[in-house]
C-alpha cells in the first residue's frame, strides 16, 4: 500500500507489543512522535513533515489498525495503543520524545504522556485532544445547527460498516472533508484517493470499530488520570470547547487558536501548525 513518498524520508517497520507497526521518519535532533487521526494514514502530516524536520527527528507512526500496520482482531483500547507506541520508542532507542497527534491519534497521544510520563518530554494534542465525557452527552438526534458526531455510533457496529463501505470508503473520506473541515480544497484529490484505498478493506473498516468501541472505556480511564506535569500545547479550532474538555488535565497547558479552521487542521494550516509545533517543542 506505500505510496506517495516524501524526499528525504524513509519507511520502515517494527514488531512491538506483539503487532507490526509502520512508520516514516526523516529529519535530524530531538525524536518527534506524529500519531494520526481518522479517516487519514501517515500522509495526514505530508506538508508538514519536511519543515519539523528541520528541527526533529520526525516519526509519524500509524498505529496498529491503520494503513500499513497490522490490524489485529483486539488491542484498541488507548492504554494497549499507547504501550504500542511506548515499545516503538523502546525499539528506536529513544529515552525520551516529544508526542503530538490529531483526532484519533491525540487520545493516544493523551494516553502515551498520562501512562509514560517518564518517556513523554512534551506533548500536542488537538481536534479534540484527551478523550472527554461531553462526548457521552452529545445527543444522536442533534439540533439544526449543532454538531453531528453520527460516526461516533456508527464506527461501534458490529458488522453493518463494512457490509456498507467496503471498497465504498472515498464516501466517507469526502464527506467528512467538506463537512468538518474549514477549508475542504485543502485536502486535494491526491489526499483523498490515498484515504480511501487505506480504509477500503473489510480488515481496516473493522480496526476503526476497535479505535471506537472502546472509546467509552477510554472516557473512564481517563478521567481518573492525575494531572500530566509535562508542558503540554492544544491547538483549536474551537478554543472554547477545547478549553472545556483539556484545560483540567495538565498543570503546564497552553492554547493556541487557528480561528476559521475546520477539524482537519495539519492540513489546513500546516505552515501556522508547524510553526506552532516548532515553537513549542523547541523552547
Known amino acids: 500500500m506505500i505510496a506517495n513518498e516524501i524526499r528525504g524520508f524513509e519507511h520502515a517497520y517494527a514488531d512491538v507489543n506483539g503487532v507490526r507497526l509502520h512508520y516514516v521518519t526523516g529529519g535530524s535532533g530531538e525524536p518527534l512522535i506524529l ?26 507512526c500509524e498505529y496498529r489498525g491503520m494503513g500499513d500496520s497490522q490490524k489485529p482482531a483486539a488491542g484498541y483500547d488507548k492504554t494497549t495503543m499507547a504501550r504500542d507506541i511506548r515499545e516503538l520508542v523502546r ?31 512534551k506533548l500536542a494534542m488537538w481536534e479534540p485532544g484527551a478523550p472527554g465525557e461531553r462526548a457521552l452527552h452529545m445527543p444522536a438526534l442533534p439540533p439544526p445547527g449543532g454538531p453531528n458526531v453520527w460516526h461516533l455510533g456508527f464506527n461501534q457496529l458490529d458488522g453493518l460498516p463494512e457490509k456498507l463501505l467496503e471498497g465504498r470508503y472515498r464516501i466517507v ?11 475542504p480544497g485543502a485536502i486535494d ?38 494531572k500530566l506535569t509535562m508542558p503540554v ?9 477545547s478549553r472545556a474538555s483539556n484545560e483540567w488535565r495538565a498543570t503546564d497547558i497552553r492554547f493556541v487558536e487557528f480561528a476559521g479552521a475546520g477539524h482537519y487542521i495539519s492540513e489546513e494550516r500546516p505552515e501556522q501548525l508547524s510553526r506552532e509545533l516548532i515553537k513549542f517543542f523547541k523552547e
Do not use: C
Not at 484519533?104 to 509514560?116: C, R
Not at 491547538?235 to 470547547?241: A, K, Q
Open 189 to 226: 484529490e491526491e489526499s483523498r484517493q490515498i484515504y480511501g484505498r487505506a480504509f477500503d478493506s473489510v480488515e481496516s473498516i473493522r480496526a476503526v470499530a476497535g479505535w471506537y468501541r472502546t472509546l467509552y472505556q477510554d472516557i473512564q480511564e481517563a478521567v481518573s488520570y492525575p
Open 91 to 121: 525499539h528506536l532507542g529513544y529515552e525520551k520524545v516529544n508526542v503530538a497527534g490529531e483526532d484519533v491519534g491525540s487520545w493516544i497521544a493523551f494516553f502515551f504522556a498520562a501512562n509514560h510520563p517518564e518517556v513523554t518530554r
Open 173 to 183: 473520506v469526502d464527506w467528512l472533508a467538506d463537512q468538518f473541515s474549514g477549508d
Open 35 to 60: 500519531l494520526p487521526g481518522w479517516p487519514r494514514t501517515w500522509w495526514q502530516f505530508h506538508k508538514m513533515m519536511p519543515a519539523l524536520a528541520e528541527h526533529f527527528r520526525v516519526i509519524v
Open 233 to 241: 500545547l492544544v491547538p483549536s479550532s474551537h478554543l472554547e470547547t
